[in-house]
């Protein structure tokens, strides 16, 4: 059986679902009794359910296949059954999480954040503001949404330096591993971090890091909280000496009397870089594919290693 969170999968999911013995767990529904849990095979998460449709997993005795509709999977692995494969979404979220990536760097090097809150105030105030033109864009996590990213700053006069957890050469470019970071730094004007959240990413963007930043240099995070260090951020934010535009926080969802919100120089919006009109078509075509390759005794892609 497969257990799926859109009710209308025949219509989405088309002849991958043909044949196939099908139930429902949508956002907000309560679990499906215990005798459908037993039978599930093929399992795919609601995109934004809470942990309720990760623990669940804990009670399908038949289980062979999770396959989120997350890039991420920090945080299914504590949920997960020995000896079932779990595979992450890849390729869906690329376009959205690299388009919002440019448009916070836009909007903060632009101020656009701040003339919003001119207009509501019927304020008139031009000035002289950065440009993302001839900037250094250093892309901290040189993976498919990385190179997305890369892909959308092409056009707007930028040096893009790439950096990943293991040093190589990608299609004729140079990618730096994490242990450069140190020299690469302090020449960079925007810092994109987009590192999947594992134990050596936890934290990486610490005092040191920040503190190797050029002054005026922004932080873009489009990854996940825990990646960068808050109260050391905050320090750097609340001295003036760096901006930020945040997609994610740590803790999340920020709370509402959090420093952060105030701080001086920082951009945030509440996690929403993969939420878009992109997000579902794509996320379809990837479980009907997925589910294809399954039936037919075929290596699902986006297999993920147990850490």
């Known amino acids: 059986m497969v257990l799926l969170p859109w009710p209308s999968y025949e219509r989405d999911l088309g002849d991958a679902v043909s044949g196939l013995s099908v139930a429902v767990y949508a956002e907000g529904d309560d679990p499906p009794e ?5 039978r599930v095979a093929f399992y795919v998460p609601a995109y934004l359910g809470d942990r309720s449709a990760l623990r669940v997993m804990g009670r399908m005795p038949t289980l062979e296949v999770v396959q989120t509709l997350t890039a991420g999977v920090d945080g299914v692995w504590a949920y ?12 869906v979220h690329d376009a959205s999480t690299a388009e919002l990536a440019v448009g916070l760097i836009l909007a903060r090097l632009r101020h656009l954040d701040v003339f919003a809150r001119y207009q509501q105030q019927a304020q008139w105030a031009p000035d002289n503001y950065d440009a993302l033109a001839d900037k250094t864009v250093l892309i901290l996590g040189y993976g498919r949404i990385g190179q997305a990213i890369e892909a959308r700053l092409t056009g707007f ?26 020299r690469l730094l302090p020449a960079v004007d925007v810092v994109v971090v987009i590192v999947p959240l594992t134990e050596q990413t936890i934290g990486l963007v610490d005092a040191a890091f920040l503190a190797a930043m050029k002054d005026g240099a922004l932080l873009v995070n489009v990854a996940r909280g825990p990646v960068v260090v808050t109260a050391d951020l905050l320090a750097e934010l609340v001295s003036g000496r760096l901006r930020a535009a945040l997609d994610v926080t740590d803790p999340e969802p920020l709370p509402a009397d959090h420093p ?48």
Do not use: C
Not at 34 to 38: H, I, K, T
Not at 157 to 177: M, Q
């Open 34 to 38: 215990q005798d459908v849990l037993d």
């Open 80 to 91: 997960l059954p020995r000896g079932v494969s779990l595979h992450n979404a890849a390729g």
């Open 157 to 182: 006069e930028v040096e893009v330096v790439r950096v990943a957890r293991t040093p190589r050469d990608h299609a004729g470019k140079t990618v730096y591993g994490h242990q450069d970071l140190p």
């Open 260 to 307: 952060l919100w105030h701080a001086p120089g920082v951009l945030i919006t509440p996690h929403v870089g993969g939420n878009t009109t992109a997000f579902l078509p794509r996320a379809r075509r990837l479980v009907a594919a997925q589910l294809r390759r399954w039936r037919a005794g075929e290596p699902l892609d986006n297999v993920m290693t147990r850490p």
